[in-house]
């Protein structure tokens, strides 16, 4: 009961931002909950770790992995700003890749400098676990964050991320405990030892169904704008992208959900925090979200360049 009540409230949650998003057409409103994201996520990760970084390392860690996630955010909302406002055919250069790479590699170049200015307290082993913390989870949520600034297909990426990855797991739990005795391959054993080949089958199978129905009630809540219009649910003929799309971004996410149970299992602790009763911590939630939006990601954008 614990972990279905956390599991309403943190898809309630979820829910509110993106109907913020949509509504007012603003995508800073969901970069708020990615910056939650990254500062509860990177918290977590710094605790995990416990004394294998120091109190300076971890600092540094939280504030800079916050601040190139900002920087981005900000400065592209900027640039729309002002290429709204800009006299017609004058080009506005969008830099804020430019400007959170920047930021995002000051961040490095002050934990590299600790090896010098602190050089008695900051090892090569703690250096490491600084950058592990640095860059889990939040230049993975940068990723998300280009998701949630794309020109077109945002609100498409978004809900393959949040809703793909929860459907598929509970699909390969499903085929799990109905076919893991008789099929009881496991996936990555040494890892996480509950999970089985059958069962990630199941959550394969699980992108592909959750990829076709969000298609069809995308389309529909399209027609009665509730959600913005887009063309690559207008043509039944991009059920087949949608599908591909469903398959591996269930594939990733069930990889993003095993790199999480090594990291834990190295560091020898169960959850990653217990902020979400029945859950574990933030990062336990969006483990899979995290591998999950690099390949939304990646896939969309190619659309847009190629189909415009």
């Not at 199941?202 to 027609?223: E, M, N, T």
Request: charged share 15%; proline share 4%; hydrophobic share 55%.
């Amino acid at each position: 009961m614990k972990r279905l009540l956390t599991g309403a409230v943190y898809l309630l949650v979820l829910l509110a931002f993106f109907v913020l998003r949509v509504y007012f057409c603003e995508p800073l409103y969901f970069d708020l909950l990615i910056l939650i994201f990254s500062v509860i996520g990177t918290f977590e990760m710094c605790r995990a770790l416990g004394g294998r970084i120091d109190r300076m390392q971890k600092g540094i860690v939280q504030i800079f992995s916050a601040g190139f996630l900002i920087c981005y955010c900000v400065s592209d909302s900027v640039y729309k700003y002002l290429q709204a406002g800009a006299a017609e055919g004058t080009a506005v250069v969008n830099y804020s890749p430019n400007l959170a790479f920047v930021v995002f590699m000051a961040g490095i170049a002050v934990l590299f400098s600790l090896l010098v200015f602190r050089h008695e307290k900051t090892s090569f082993e703690s250096a490491g676990y600084s950058l592990l913390a640095y860059c889990f989870p939040s230049v993975f949520l940068l990723v998300l964050c280009g998701v949630n600034h794309m020109p077109k297909y945002s609100e498409i990426g978004i809900l393959f991320i949040f809703v793909l990855c929860p459907f598929a797991d509970c699909l390969a739990y499903v085929f799990g405990k109905l076919f893991g005795k008789k099929l009881p391959m496991k996936m990555a054993p040494n890892v996480s030892p509950n999970k089985t080949v059958i069962g990630g089958f199941g959550g394969i199978l699980g992108g592909a169904i959750g990829a076709i129905a969000l298609f069809y009630v995308y389309y529909a809540l399209s027609k009665v704008n509730l959600l913005p219009s887009a063309d690559v649910v207008e043509r039944p003929i991009n059920l087949i992208l949608f599908v591909g799309l469903g398959i591996l971004t269930a594939a990733f996410a069930e990889v993003g959900d095993l790199v999480e149970s090594a990291i834990k299992r190295r560091l020898g602790i169960k959850d990653m925090g217990k902020l979400l009763p029945g859950h574990g911590g933030i990062l336990d939630r969006i483990d899979s979200s995290l591998y999950a939006c690099l390949i939304v990601c990646f896939v969309l954008v190619l659309r847009i360049m190629i189909a415009g």
